[in-house]
């Protein structure tokens, strides 16, 4: 018998860690895989959506058997504009992610309503005194901060919503920011998963990251009030807050000093600086791992940190955007940016959304009369925000 309870142990069941998992089941069925999950089950309670231009054609198979809903388009709402593009737009629900994993691995392979207490590169210890050994551990078990970073946060709170009648919406609206402005840049957002079924989520770009559900859910209430809706049955709630990163020292956040195992997902900071997008960045990171030729405990922390690492160094014109939407103009005018920022070309906004702007994008975002004060603009770029690593002391 091995000594080896597995060749690669994966700590978090979530998007990150599941989509590993998916990843080397299907790429590198050799392996003996443990994915251990702290909850009941694999995904939790949430929604991840994504643009179709997101996921490259040929990563299509990692992602596809776990969408609920498609849509040809959406649209967006900001008090002075209003668009519909035909970007696809995809949602992806998290019974769908436990199921598949459920079916891609065996169920000695999958572990749920576990602690994990500690982890090494090679070695994962749980809380009922338990030891396993690995030949590698990825740990995707998210953050409840980031540590020397510093930015805002993205607080939101969702329900799916059964009605009592059809709702009367033909696409997803990504951001209805024709709403009032309280608590830094709000917008609510809409998913029709039917005629009848639907899922608004109430979301906030903002300097405090504490969460207020009663307060949240009365702002949601009125909202689908207002446009005339009457709820017959909440189905499901979602709701969280996400780093929104403005600047950070990457030596520090991740010291790469031997012995930490493998990071994954917010763990390894692979979000989307501004917009807290993880998916397009957790595919790409999957298959990544997947084709690695060595999967030994340390060829896996240090592929991860240099992959990790590259991702902060592309990611330093969206830093500066953050920057920009937290420290330049009053917190209520915050969507300006963004309802400028819909104006320009389609190509160049699903390029944003991916994470891969070009040279010339940038150019086309900061060009023409900025839509925050100069002064304040200006003065932003030299700030750092509020610290990221405060998020479990507050929320």
Not at 50 to 78: C, Q
Request: hydrophobic share 45%; with cysteine; proline share 7%.
């Amino acid at each position: 018998m091995s000594e080896r309870d597995c060749d690669i142990a994966i700590l978090g069941g979530g998007l990150a860690g599941g989509l590993i998992a998916l990843a080397l089941a299907r790429l590198r069925p050799e392996l003996r895989l443990l994915l251990i999950e702290s909850g009941p089950r694999f995904g939790g309670e949430h929604v991840w959506s994504f643009f179709a231009s997101d996921v490259a054609p040929e990563h299509g198979w990692l992602v596809d058997p776990l969408v609920a809903a498609r849509w040809d388009g959406y649209e967006v709402r900001f008090p002075a504009h209003s668009r519909v593009l035909d970007t696809g737009y995809r949602s992806i629900v998290s019974e769908n992610l436990d199921r598949e994993l459920r079916a891609a691995l065996p169920a000695a392979s999958l572990r749920t309503d576990t602690q994990v207490t500690e982890a090494g590169q090679d070695f994962v210890r749980l809380a009922d005194g338990g030891t396993l050994r690995a030949g590698g551990v990825i740990d995707a078990r998210g953050a409840t901060g980031l540590p020397h970073m510093a930015g805002g946060w993205q607080r939101f709170f969702g329900q799916l919503l059964r009605l009592d009648r059809p709702h009367g919406l033909a696409r997803p609206v990504v951001m209805d920011a024709a709403v009032e402005q309280v608590d830094g840049y709000r917008f609510v957002y809409l998913l029709p998963f039917s005629e009848t079924d639907l899922f608004v989520e109430d979301t906030y770009y903002t300097d405090d990251p504490r969460l207020d559900p009663a307060q949240m859910a009365a702002r949601l209430q009125a909202y689908v009030a207002a446009r005339g809706w009457t709820v017959a049955e909440v189905l499901r709630d979602d709701r969280g807050v996400l780093p929104v990163i403005a600047r950070g020292d990457f030596a520090r956040f991740w010291p790469n000093d031997g012995g930490e195992p493998a990071r994954a997902g917010v763990r390894a900071a692979l979000v989307h600086p501004l917009t807290s997008y993880s998916l397009p960045d957790a595919v790409r990171f999957a298959v990544y791992i997947a084709g690695l030729p060595q999967v030994s405990g340390a060829a896996l922390a240090s592929a991860s940190y240099g992959y990790a690492r590259a991702h902060w160094r592309q990611g330093s014109f969206h830093r500066m955007l953050t920057r920009m939407l937290f420290g330049a103009g009053e917190p209520q005018n915050r969507f300006r940016m963004l309802e400028r920022f819909y104006r320009l070309p389609q190509p160049l906004i699903e390029r944003f959304y991916a994470g891969r702007s070009t040279p010339s994008d940038m150019l086309r975002i900061l060009a023409g009369k900025p839509p925050v004060p100069v002064l304040g603009a200006m003065s932003s770029l030299m700030g750092g925000g509020r610290p990221l690593a405060d998020l479990g002391a507050t929320a």
